[in-house]
T-cell receptor, first 113, second 119 residues
Framework: GNSVTQMEGPVTLSEEAFLTINCTYT??????LFWYVQYPGEGLQLLLK?????DKGSNKGFEATYRKETTSFHLEKGSVQVSDSAVYFC????????????FGKGTHLIIQP | GAGVSQSPSNKVTEKGKDVELRCDPI?????LYWYRQSLGQGLEFLIY????????KSGLPSDRFSAERTGGSVSTLTIQRTQQEDSAVYLC?????????????????FGPGTRLTVT
């Protein structure tokens, strides 16, 4: 079956630092990959997605590139803000949108001013 | 427009009781998903519906769990004879299916969840 592995936190950074949250996946076929974010007290929101190899998803200054050769989808941001403090989940499905998402365990990101 | 809504937002129940959790998807979304979020297990996929049909129920944790969807809209997740290990946040999501829109946009939109506590 599918699996998603991401670095577990908490990850604590200072404001304006560079962020990388690693995510790797195993799947049969060609999954679509997603990063979801859960801000304190709020529901899960889609942050960005990529549906095929070499696609780059981007949103709110965050980026992730679907690397088929390394089965990775690492999340990056050049300069984090306090408002980026949240839990970030990497997820994938088997493509076609037919079935549920397989999530990583989540990474709690804390940005200090 | 309105997002995915779930009710109740919080439910406290005694061990052994049955509970029903409700999900109202975004209007027009044909696919509906149930997930469970717990400290020990993270986010687990439970079941999905395409229309009123659930093609694969193997993600449900036990036979005490069941789900149905009527009219291609509202869904209920029922847990019978609740146990303490059922305590979790139950999340519902909805989406277009791929072939509804041609390409690619099957983003799942999540509801706020129902926090279930079994005492």
């Amino acid at each position: 079956g599918n699996s998603v592995t991401q670095m577990e936190g908490p990850v604590t950074l200072s404001e304006e630092a560079f962020l990388t949250i690693n995510c790797t996946y195993t799947a049969t076929g060609y999954p679509s990959l997603f990063w979801y974010v859960q801000y304190p007290g709020e529901g899960l929101q889609l942050l960005l997605k990529a549906t095929k190899a070499d696609d780059k998803g981007s949103n709110k200054g965050f980026e992730a590139t679907y690397r088929k050769e390394t089965t990775s989808f690492h999340l990056e941001k050049g300069s984090v803000q306090v408002s980026d403090s949240a839990v970030y989940f990497c997820a994938g499905n088997s493509g076609g949108g037919a079935d549920g998402l397989t999530f990583g365990k989540g990474t709690h990101l804390i940005i200090q001013p | 427009g309105a997002g995915v809504s779930q009710s109740p937002s919080n439910k406290v129940t005694e061990k052994g009781k049955d509970v029903e959790l409700r999900c109202d998807p975004i209007s027009g979304h044909t696919a509906l998903y149930w997930y469970r979020q717990s400290l020990g297990q993270g986010l687990e996929f439970l079941i999905y519906f395409q229309g009123n049909s659930a093609p694969d129920k193997s993600g449900l944790p036990s036979d005490r769990f069941s789900a149905e969807r009527t009219g291609g809209s509202v869904s209920t997740l029922t847990i019978q004879r609740t146990q303490q290990e059922d305590s979790a946040v139950y999340l519902c999501a909805s989406s277009w299916r791929l072939r509804d829109r041609g390409f690619g946009d099957y983003e799942q939109y999540f509801g706020p969840g129902t926090r279930l506590t079994v005492t």
